[in-house]
């Protein structure tokens, strides 16, 4: 069983399908660990995003940080503990044929925001970092309980449980 995804606000997928037609290099940055690199690929096709039209490419497992990250199909995986400024200013001193003119950076915490825009300076082209906001309302409503839950399972039977399934079990309702 997995448990379906959907983007946090409807129209992203067809936004990214607009960038990669007009030939702008979208690649996903995130702090998940490698071990969840062929999942994310699945997420993100199951709402429609494939993010090897136009990423990067690049092969790329090595440690660029202070655990090691993975590059695959457009997604930079940096693990929960690297600095993702530095793994991404690493990532693209490390794939110079493929000339960057502007890097757009959006995450959902200030920090890598912060980090982004500090490893980003010592570059020559133009930088943007923007702190994403629509999901706070869902990080506020974080049940920890339900989330050791889902970890517990995910951990055990490698099935992700959905929020609602998590809090029937607490609650005896399965």
Do not use: C
């Not at 607009?18 to 690929?41: C, G, I, M």
């Not at 793994?87 to 890598?112: E, H, M, R, Y």
């Not at 889902?150 to 005896?172: C, H, M, P, R, T």
């Amino acid at each position: 069983m997995k448990t379906l995804v959907q983007p946090v606000e409807r129209m992203t997928p067809a936004l990214i399908r607009y960038l990669q037609k007009n030939k702008v290099k979208v690649l996903a940055l995130t702090a998940r660990p490698l071990t969840l690199a062929n999942r994310s690929v699945e997420q993100l096709s199951s709402i429609g995003i494939d993010l090897t039209l136009t990423a990067p490419s690049a092969a790329l497992k090595q440690r660029l940080g202070t655990e090691p990250t993975l590059y695959n199909k457009g997604i930079l995986l940096v693990g929960p503990h690297n600095n993702k400024g530095t793994v991404l200013a690493q990532f693209i001193k490390s794939n110079t044929q493929q000339p960057i003119s502007k890097v757009v950076f959006i995450d959902d915490k200030v920090g890598n925001v912060q980090n982004v825009d500090e490893g980003l300076k010592g570059f020559s082209f133009p930088h943007f970092e923007l702190r994403y906001s629509a999901a706070d309302a869902y990080v506020k409503s974080f049940n920890s309980k339900i989330g050791d839950l889902q970890w517990y399972v995910f951990q055990k039977n490698k099935i992700i449980l959905s929020d609602s399934e998590a809090a029937k079990i607490l609650n005896g309702q399965r």
